[in-house]
């Protein structure tokens, strides 16, 4: 089930959403004192998970009858005072369905896993979008540190404006510090760039040259002709076409597509610091937050 009406409203606020900030944000936001862990918001229950002093996670528990109150507690921790009304609407619209089924998964925006439950009380938990199960990394940048994993697609408009914006800050913020490692891996988005595959596999030929980064740099400044790219590298051109026409090139790139999907991606870039996933990964202020709580996992 998806809270769909809440989507519109939920994305006008991420920038100010709670989550990884300093827990005592969000209680100011709350209006409440942040003593321990377990906080009295009238009748309800907040309860609050930390990492490194930043807010991880958010569980609430009230009345039922009294879906307004939850929607203050949820409008906080996202930043977006609109979402309260839009909650209890959509709770009292559909009380009769939510009642007794247990807790539902509720899609609110990238970044985010929200459940929700209607019975007795009404409760929900909310915290960032978390997995751990990547796979070996198998082209890093970096020497440690936790992992920045960006799923990307060679033909994807804002794949190559990350990669102009963003690696460049991420670099010189992060990795060249010892403070993250970044690791690209391949989602090529097939049912709408055609060439994708194909550019991602002559990466994979670059790499079994030693010349992986170049070449994922290059298609992205001078286009997706992969051939042409390889020749402007000085690859060994008759090595790489052979490793061009191996269906085992393809199979290395297929399964990282499967691997993003079955991560539930659906679109490029996707950025996870650790194991958190990014609501926005052009916020550059945001990964030194997600890598803190990184850090603190560890």
Known sequence: MRLVFL???????????????PVEQFAKALEVRATGSSWAYGSARV????????????????????????????AAALGNPQIRQAFAGYVKANAGSLKGRGPVSVKVADGFDFRLELAANLSFALSPVERHD???????LGAKGPVIRVFSDFECPFCRRFAFEVMPELVRAYVRKGQARVSYRHFPLVEIHPRAT?????????????????????????????RERAEELG????????CLADPATRQVV?????QALRLGLQGTPTVFVGPFQLPNAFDL????????MARALR
Do not use: I, M, W
């Not at 930043?54 to 879906?67: C, M």
């Not at 790499?207 to 002709?225: M, N, S, T, W």
């Not at 690859?235 to 052979?242: G, S």
């Not at 297929?254 to 499967?258: A, F, K, P, T």
């Open 47 to 74: 309860q609050v998970q930390s990492l490194n002093k930043r807010l991880y996670k958010v569980s609430y528990q009230g009345p039922a009858n009294d879906p307004g109150r939850a929607g203050e507690v949820l």
């Open 285 to 292: 202020e945001a990964y030194g937050r997600y890598l803190e």
């Open 254 to 258: 297929e399964e990282e597509r499967r």
């Open 7 to 21: 989507l519109g409203a939920v994305l006008l606020g991420l920038a100010q959403a709670q989550l990884t900030y």
């Open 134 to 140: 990547f796979g070996p990394d198998r082209y890093l």
């Open 198 to 226: 194909q550019a991602a596999q002559g990466s994979e030929c670059a790499a079994q040259q030693g010349k992986f980064l170049l070449y994922h740099d290059l298609l992205f400044v001078r286009g997706l002709e992969v």
């Open 235 to 242: 690859l060994d051109l008759r090595r790489f076409e052979r």
